[in-house]
Every structure is written in C-alpha cells, then in structure tokens.
C-alpha cells in the first residue's frame, strides 16, 4: 500500500516538472522572432538580445522595475524616447516599449550603441552590460588606467556587486543561447 503511494507521489512528481518544463520553454522561445528581427536590424547577437531580456524580465512583457523601467528589456524612459526619435516616431509614450516587438526594438537599438562605444577595448561585452545595468557615468569612473582597454581590469573595478552579478548573469546566458540560438 505505501508502495503504492511512493509511486503516485513519484509519478504526479513527474507531471508537475513536465508541466513546468513545457511552460518555461514556451515562455522563452515566446518573443524569439521579436528578438531576431531587432538583432538583424542593429547588428546585435540574437543570443545577446535574448540574454539580456531573460535576466532582465525572464521574458515578461508587462515587467516594471522600481526605477520606471518597463518591457522586456526594462527600457528606461529616456532611452525609450531617444530610440524614437532616432527612428522619427510621432507621439511616441514610454508605454509603447510594453509592446513586446517595441521593447526588442528598442532596447536592442540601445544594447547596440553601447556596445559601439567600446570598440577599443579587448572586450566590448563588460563595458557594454555595465552602461546597459548602471549607467555610463559609472563606467567611466571604472574605466581608470589599464581598465580604459582591459576587460579583466575593467570587471575589477565594478564596485557594484549587483553589476557584477549581472555583466556575469547575461555573458553566462549569452554563452549558452549563442550555441542554438541564431
């Protein structure tokens, strides 16, 4: 009898991970054509694209942080404006980048300015992940001596335990998506 028991527990067990499994997998492959279409049009990796919005709303459209950021790429209102007016966008609302195919748009537009901004260093991606997380005024505060160019020195400056956390989070996913996701 308690055999029995043992086996349905297992067997429901199962079930509830199955379900689980099944639903986290449809919710990251739910905006992928979103994020390839802005990857191809900015020049950005679509693994990068999709790292960055897994760690930034795990794939939530209607995400919202404390700081005003919204969408999937948590775009912060002025950058969602300076996206629109790069692309002359009439009555354009902060409200628009909840749209899932705006927020890609926008964000990866943005993701691929700043990784432009540090072309001469040995590694544009620390520097790029940190202006996206803190901000370019912290950047280069951090960009001091050897840190200008290396990357290494560079991560050693980051004083921010959470942009450190978040340079490794996004490279770590962009590492696994890069080798199925195109």
Not at 16 to 24: E, H, K, L, P
Not at 53 to 81: C, Y
Not at 116 to 134: E, H, M, W
């Amino acid at each position: 009898m308690v055999r029995n028991w043992v086996i349905v527990v297992l067997l429901l067990g199962a079930l509830n991970f199955s379900a689980w499994w099944s639903y986290r997998n449809r919710q990251e492959h739910r905006f992928d054509a979103e994020i390839r279409t802005a990857a191809a049009r900015y020049g950005v990796a679509p693994a990068l694209v999709k790292a960055v919005v897994w760690k930034e709303s795990r794939f939530d459209p209607g995400a919202r942080g404390k700081a005003g950021e919204i969408g999937l790429m948590q775009l912060m209102e002025d950058t969602a404006f300076e996206w629109a007016g790069s692309q002359r966008l009439p009555n354009f609302a902060h409200e628009h980048v909840l749209h899932p195919g705006t927020n890609t748009l926008a964000g990866t537009y943005y993701l691929g300015k700043v990784l432009r901004r540090y072309l001469r260093t040995d590694n544009p991606l620390p520097y790029a992940l940190a202006d996206y997380n803190a901000g370019r005024g912290r950047v280069l505060r951090w960009m001091n001596g050897p840190a200008a160019t290396n990357s290494a020195a560079f991560l050693a400056q980051v004083d921010i335990p959470s942009t450190r956390a978040y340079i490794a989070d996004v490279t770590g996913r962009f590492a696994h998506y890069r080798a199925n996701f195109r």
